[in-house]
């Protein structure tokens, strides 16, 4: 089974819907991430979290949220999605050092 | 915003060939790390090279970290086809918040049989 897995894998919603994606791990990691890839820009970081009550917000968090509700789970929402929100997103979890695990993505389209 | 820029944004080699890629950064770090994604997947950690460390080898990778100039390259050598991906590099950056990465934009290799 993999070690951080994310769900749904693709999703397409409209303008103004509410969405979450969720990621799940099993690697015991406190620390957690979510990123948004687009097309030529690479990896940018959305928010971060280093055990269940720290949540840090990254570099583009505007229009996202997120929650911790255990150790293993880390959620991101778009409150009301936009369409430059299509995007890549992926979660990532880290432990004892520097070196981070990466889920498989979300691909979402927002039309 | 961007910390790492790699150089080239794209590269195409014939198999058995040496794959070079540089990546730029432009605040102090702590570490720079090489990964690997491909197309379409998660991101795979490839190596990690600290700030005080000059080279790290790992199978057919080698990494070079040059401070001064802040810059680092990745070598791939004796590419095989399998070695097709994007990799990028990311640095954890000094005197902000540690575990914290920033990444390049990527370099897109393509090994052709």
């Known amino acids: 089974d993999a070690d951080v897995t994310q769900t749904p894998r693709n999703r397409i919603t409209k303008t103004g819907k509410r969405i979450m994606l969720e990621c799940s791990q099993t690697?015991?990691?406190?620390?957690m991430y979510w990123y948004r890839q687009d097309p030529g820009l690479g990896l940018r970081l959305i928010y971060y979290?280093?055990?269940?009550?720290?949540?840090n917000k990254g570099e583009i968090s505007d229009g996202y949220s997120v929650s911790r509700q255990a150790q293993a789970k880390f959620s991101l929402s778009l409150e009301s999605a936009i369409p430059n929100q299509t995007a890549l997103y992926f979660c990532?979890?880290?432990?004892?050092?520097?070196?981070?695990?990466f889920g498989p993505g979300t691909r979402l389209l927002v039309l | 915003s961007q910390q790492g820029e790699e150089d080239p944004q794209a590269l195409s080699i014939q198999e058995g060939e040496n794959a070079t890629m540089n990546c730029s950064y432009k605040?102090?770090?702590?570490?720079l790390q090489w990964y690997r994604q491909n197309s379409g997947r998660g991101l795979v950690h490839l190596i990690l090279?600290?700030?005080?460390?000059r080279e790290k080898h790992s199978g057919r990778l080698r990494v070079t970290l040059d401070t001064s100039k802040k810059s680092s390259s990745l070598l791939i050598t004796a590419s095989r086809a399998a070695d097709t991906a994007s990799y990028f590099c990311?640095?954890?950056?000094?005197?902000?918040?540690?575990?914290?990465?920033?990444f390049g934009k990527g370099t897109l290799l393509t090994v052709n049989p």
């Open positions: 990532a979890t880290s432990g004892g050092g520097e070196t981070q695990y």
């Open positions: 690697k015991g990691h406190d620390r």
């Open positions: 979290s280093f055990d269940v009550k720290d949540i």
């Open positions: 605040t102090s770090i702590n570490n």
């Open positions: 090279i600290r700030s005080n460390e």
């Open positions: 990311a640095t954890e950056n000094s005197g902000g918040s540690n575990y914290k990465l920033t």
